[in-house]
Nanobody
Framework: QVQLVESGGGLVQAGGSLRLSCAAS????????MGWFRQAPGKEREFVAA????????HYTDSVKGRFTISRDNVKNTVYLQMNSLKPEDTAVYYC????????????????WGQGTQVTVSS
């Protein structure tokens, strides 16, 4: 059973930065694709970014390209989401997800999920 624990969320002013972390245990992290998703109040969960098992291939939703960076450390079994130039519309609960296959951009592509961490961006 894979367990994912996110951290690093918080309250930040527009234009600021946060780095989210997601620590994985119980699975073969170095063979997995990882993704970040977010869900704002009253909205569906949406894809943010994904990274393949080696960290060499990444994919982002258009609204975060150039501002967010996904990365991973296969020694620490951790995936990161560096978020810069944050905007109020980035406010959401952010979830990391684990997939025992190639990276994907759909929620149902992923096998395990963290509990989420709140990110609030004030204007």
């Amino acid at each position: 059973q894979v367990q994912l624990v996110e951290s690093g969320g918080g309250l930040v002013q527009a234009g600021g930065s946060l780095r989210l972390s997601c620590a994985a245990s119980g699975g073969t992290f170095s063979m997995s694709a990882m993704g970040w998703f977010r869900q704002a109040p009253g909205k569906e969960r949406e894809f943010v970014a994904a990274i393949n098992y080696s960290g060499l291939i990444t994919h982002y939703t258009d609204s975060v390209k150039g501002r967010f960076t996904i990365s991973r450390d296969n020694v620490k079994n951790t995936v990161y989401l560096q978020m810069n130039s944050l905007k109020p519309e980035d406010t959401a609960v952010y979830y990391c997800a684990f997939r025992l296959s190639k990276m994907g951009s759909r929620s149902f592509d992923y096998d395990y999920w963290g509990q989420g961490t709140q990110v609030t961006v004030s204007s």
